[in-house]
């Protein structure tokens, strides 16, 4: 008890707190949708595409959001309208992968790839965090405003633009956020593991949730728990943070399995 | 009133024109009946109407109101979803973004009327065919189209609920809407009064 106090008087262990709490939230309301679109894979292609550009502005000493926002941006664009399928993102995510590697490998050390790739709650500074609170804000926002158009759309593309519903609207707003979480959560759950913080807890809330609304509120409690969780973890075994969240989130997802077959 | 206007209309997939030079003028009260045989290219004409595919060539007017039942719901079948929500988002369009009390009381309206108002907290997936064809028809009903497209709707209904639909379509009639609906029932053909045919045929180019 008295450790977990002595660690939150860190001011960078508050900001990844309260930055990784409002990015998995928002990360797995998305994740329903991409889910549920059979999307999975895409989180995968962009988060890769995001160590490619970390290794880049790193080698060159910029910030990173100067090359990770607009390539990962383009690269969510060109998935989502182009309905790339997942041989294309596979092919694309690896070579992001190792072109990532071999930049990363000339220019850096290894603790630091390492870090780009399974994450670190070290790596939130201000900006970061002010990033991700007005993102999750946007967010949250969007999907009160368009929770019914998101539901027919992620239900029926083709019968929301029977309606004369501009359904392209929809799939660029999805996939701007879903990279701009990509991007902000990146570094903290690391470009290899923030794939599964989108997706996993959406497929968890599946086992569970009978409508629409419930599946999106229950896989946002099962994120942040499993953040939160997988924090305290990373901090006492000293194990990257995103992967002290993955494993909390497989846990969670092999008893949500349980709880449905039983 | 004019509900649509198909000016020498053309579709194609890839090079292949299924609908060529296709004019049809539809006024509101009408009941259009398309028949003709498998892949004579009625699915076509209708998702072109609904603007599911794009012309190739020609001119397409149609009303603000278009509701869609389509041949086979191309969406998945274990989507967590229950009736009233599947229902209800037939009442959406192009810039409205909330549900009205209105919209709640016509899903409920048609969801009663086509037998299914029990079932609609029940989640889709435990649905059966036919009673998911009524859900997928009350939504198209919900949304008080001016033009309801209906490609091959009786498909998988038993003939009381084929007595019910019909028994709807005959009062949006008289309300005004126009419908076009894909048959392969002869026997359908003589329940509405104000109807035409349209016979597809099969030399698609
Ligand atoms: N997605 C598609 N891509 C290419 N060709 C298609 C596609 N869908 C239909 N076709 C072709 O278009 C033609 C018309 O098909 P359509 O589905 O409109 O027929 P239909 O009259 O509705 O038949 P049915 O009575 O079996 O429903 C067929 O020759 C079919 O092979
Ligand atoms: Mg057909």
New binding site residues.
């Given amino acids: 008890m008295n450790e977990i106090l002595e660690i939150l008087s860190y001011p960078f262990v508050i900001r990844a707190l309260i930055s990784g709490s409002l990015i998995s939230i928002c990360a797995s309301i998305l994740g329903v949708i991409l889910v549920l679109k059979h999307y999975s894979l895409i989180g995968h292609g962009l988060s890769e595409i995001g160590f490619a550009s970390l290794s880049i502005s790193s080698a060159l000493k910029i910030s990173p959001m100067i090359i990770s926002v607009p390539s990962v941006i383009a690269a969510s664009f060109l998935i989502m309208l182009t309905k790339a399928g997942d041989t294309a993102i596979a092919v694309a995510s690896s070579a992001a992968l190792s072109l990532g590697i071999i930049i990363s490998s000339l220019t850096n050390s290894i603790s630091n790839t390492s870090s780009f790739l399974f994450g670190s709650v070290l790596a939130v500074n201000e900006a970061d965090l002010i990033f991700s609170v007005i993102l999750s804000f946007v967010i949250i926002i969007l999907f009160v405003i368009f929770y019914n158009r998101l539901f027919l759309i992620t239900y029926n593309e083709d019968y929301a633009r029977s309606l004369g519903i501009n359904t392209a609207f929809y799939q660029i707003m999805i996939s701007l956020l879903t990279a701009l979480i990509v991007v902000s959560g990146m570094r903290i759950m690391g470009t290899l593991l923030i794939s599964g913080v989108i997706i996993l807890p959406a497929v968890s809330a599946k086992n569970l949730a009978s409508g629409f609304k419930a599946l999106i509120i229950i896989s946002g409690v099962i994120s942040i728990l499993a953040f939160l969780t997988g924090l305290i973890i990373s901090f006492i075994f000293n194990i990257p943070t995103g992967a002290g969240i993955i494993l909390t989130n497989t846990i969670i997802l092999i008893l949500t399995r349980a709880i449905k077959t039983k | 009133m004019i509900r649509l206007e198909l000016e020498n209309a053309v579709i194609k ?2 090079d ?1 024109a ?1 609908i060529k030079n296709f004019s049809l003028k539809v006024e509101s009260g009408e009941m259009i009946f398309v028949t ?10 209708i998702r072109g109407i609904a603007g599911l595919l794009p012309l190739s060539s020609g001119k397409i007017f149609r009303a603000e109101r278009v509701s869609y039942v389509p ?1 086979v719901e191309e969406a998945d079948r274990n989507f967590p979803a229950t009736v009233k929500e599947i229902v209800l988002t037939g009442t959406q369009r192009k810039g409205k973004l909330f549900y009205t009390q209105n919209d709640k009381k016509l899903a409920e309206k048609f969801m009663k009327e086509l037998g299914i108002f029990e079932l609609s907290d029940s989640k889709i997936k435990t649905l059966s065919g036919g009673q998911l064809r009524r859900v997928f028809l009350a939504r198209a009903l919900c949304g008080e189209p001016e033009l309801l497209l209906l ?2 709707p009786c498909a998988g209904l038993d003939a009381e609920s084929h007595k019910i639909l019909f028994g709807c379509l005959q009062k949006i009639l008289e309300k005004g809407c126009a419908i076009i609906m ?1 048959t ?1 029932d002869d026997s359908d053909l003589e329940g509405i009064k104000n109807s035409r045919v349209i016979e ?1 045929s099969n030399n ?1 180019e």
């Fill in positions: 997939y890839g292949t299924i003709g045989s498998n892949g004579s290219g009625k699915s076509t004409l041949q490609d091959e894909v392969h597809m698609h």
